[in-house]
């Protein structure tokens, strides 16, 4: 439904508006943002047709040498990362589709400063006459920075350039290197100062799949940089230690935020979870096992951090299982307040009263901002992830809980599916984008989770942070 909608309204376009049913295009020409994206994801699911039609738009029609600049990291991870994945799937044979991932990763590697080794939060398609100014150096935050290594390494393995895990390499290592506070990074990387700063830790934009990455190298590499796992331990360590915390009434296990930095008088915590973070649950249950079924192991293979990692992943994931069910609509918010104690008096910390309470004594709230559903993936990734790893039936009951809810709210009769405005209302009020991460991450993981078998053993392939599977 959600590829016959595009296909039918957008094709060749890099983003879909369903409501209004038409197209558009991040640069003049596009850039293969939709369709890249979603290859891998018609592939696992058997559908080859659809999967023939956009391979071969991209083969013949994208163009990687235009005027416009993109974001280095949303293409690494979307398009750079979607092509990867379609080449492996598809057999590792497509030359003309390696072709086009190569080109793309050439333009891309341009942003990275060849002095610092730190990239550019832009890069320009095209290369600009000796004339021009080069693109403004602008901070870019630590995930944007730090989520660039498996794609790139990958593209090394596989053309045979070491430019592309040279260049990404030399970003992740002045990462490790960074001064921080227990493993935690302040959210942004100033390129000219060449220094993390920023006066919050977050776990969830700005911040998220850095730490996802410390852990996915390790894997990547089949366990042979422990330089990566070391660092993934001690940022999980210092997130347990400063950010995870328990509300008041319905004991809901939370990741929240820490502020003021800058000041030592103004560090606070935050009580608010972001739906980025319910990826968090997924990753420590990774962490914890490798990818192996818990049936699978000898309890003694477990250690005590590890059996920590997986307590902690079942508990955040009922949390962002909360996020959906305690709403009317059953979708989730972008992020959710709860209700803790001040960490200083022990009393009920103080709310903004025109935070909406999701249930009469409940512990979620969730501001007027925080109110829009964009058919986001990372607590069904979760829901996946711990299916595989503990074979608990919950998960798949959650996880169809809430495909029912996206079924009965945003998917449109005119074909398609969109975001909604506010899930705090039924029914809620829709938007008009359906994102393309939707189709690489959502429906795949949801494809995944209730699907027989074990297609994309998590032993043998690590997911990159848009959902496209890569192996070891």
Not at 191 to 205: N, P, Q, V, W, Y
Not at 287 to 292: E, F, I, Y
Request: hydrophobic share 40%; proline share 4%.
């Amino acid at each position: 439904n959600a590829w016959r909608a595009y296909r039918r309204d957008a094709f060749g376009s890099d983003e879909y508006h369903p409501v209004s049913r038409h197209g558009s295009n991040l640069t003049s020409q596009g850039i293969g943002y939709f369709i890249a994206d979603v290859l891998d994801t018609m592939l696992l699911m058997g559908l080859q047709n659809e999967y023939q039609q956009g391979r071969d738009y991209l083969v013949r029609h994208l163009t990687v040498e235009q005027e416009g600049s993109v974001s280095l990291f949303e293409t690494t991870i979307r398009v750079l990362g979607g092509l990867l994945s379609a080449y492996h799937w598809s057999g590792e044979s497509d030359r003309e589709l390696l072709d086009v991932a190569s080109r793309l990763g050439l333009r891309l590697i341009e942003s990275f400063d060849y002095d610092s080794g730190i990239p550019l939060k832009y890069a320009a398609l095209q290369r600009a006459p000796a004339n021009q100014t080069e693109m403004p150096r602008r901070s870019i935050s630590v995930a944007e920075a730090g989520t660039l290594q498996l794609e790139f390494r990958y593209l090394s393995k596989l053309t045979g350039n070491e430019v592309f895990r040279r260049q990404a390499d030399r970003a992740m290592q002045f990462l490790l290197g960074a001064q921080k506070h227990d493993g935690l990074a302040p959210l942004y990387l100033n390129a000219t100062s060449r220094r993390l700063e920023g006066d919050t830790l977050r776990m969830g934009a700005a911040g998220d799949s850095y730490y996802e990455y410390l852990l996915k190298q390790w894997l990547q590499t089949k366990q042979s940089e422990p330089v990566f796992r070391e660092k993934y331990d001690e940022a999980m360590e210092g997130m347990k230690k400063y950010m995870v915390d328990v509300s008041l009434g319905q004991r809901l296990t939370f990741i929240g935020e820490i502020s003021g930095l800058s000041s030592e008088e103004q560090v606070r915590f935050v009580p608010k979870m972001e739906h980025l973070a319910c990826f968090f649950a997924g990753n420590l249950a990774m962490g914890a096992t490798r990818g192996r079924s818990l049936a699978e192991m000898s309890p003694l293979e477990l250690g005590a951090r590890d059996r920590e990692d997986l307590v902690l992943a079942r508990q955040l994931a009922e949390t962002c299982a909360h996020m959906y069910f305690d709403m009317p609509s059953g979708l989730s918010p972008e992020a959710a307040h709860l209700r803790s104690a001040d960490r200083e008096t022990g009393a009920q910390a103080a709310f903004n009263s025109s935070f909406y309470r999701a249930q009469p004594g409940g512990d979620i709230l969730v501001s007027q901002r925080d109110r829009y559903y964009i058919l986001r993936p990372e607590t069904i990734e979760s829901f996946f992830i711990l299916w595989r790893i503990t074979k608990e039936a919950k998960w798949r009951e959650y996880g169809w809980r809430v495909f029912e809810s996206v079924e009965r709210w945003t998917r449109l009769r005119s074909g398609g599916y969109t975001s909604a405005h506010d899930v705090t209302v039924v029914p809620p009020t829709l938007e008009d984008k359906m994102h393309t991460f939707f189709v690489a991450e959502t429906l795949k993981y949801f494809y995944l989770l209730f699907g027989d078998g074990d297609a994309v053993p998590l032993t043998q392939y690590v997911f990159n942070t848009e959902a496209h599977p890569l192996p070891l």
